[in-house]
């Protein structure tokens, strides 16, 4: 009987373990309606719109990879590749 009351205490325990850390990262369901005029399935983390409902979304811009406009000790192209802004990979920036 003791045995039994310790595995029911362990099981409670693991539940209320999973069931708060679960609560940490609750997301939301996005409120709009899709063009079928049911709810939208996407997740919210923030305010009540996902990303393709919401008319405040903007998308974050990736800059394109480039190949270094460097050149080696050699006098030879580089071929690194690099997203910065400069088209220098990090051996050649200033």
């Known amino acids: 009987m003791v045995q039994h009351n310790t595995n029911m205490k362990k099981v409670k325990l693991t539940l ?40 405040n979304y903007v998308k974050p811009s990736e800059n394109e990879t480039v190949i270094c406009s460097g050149t080696t000790k050699n006098n030879t192209p580089c071929k690194s590749k690099t997203k910065h802004s400069s088209g220098k990979c990090h051996h050649h920036r200033d």
């Open 16 to 55: 209320a373990t999973v069931l708060l850390g679960s609560a940490v990262f609750a997301q939301t369901q996005c409120v709009s309606l899709t063009k079928d005029s049911v709810q939208c399935k996407n997740q919210v983390k923030q305010g009540q719109l996902c990303y393709l409902h919401n008319p």
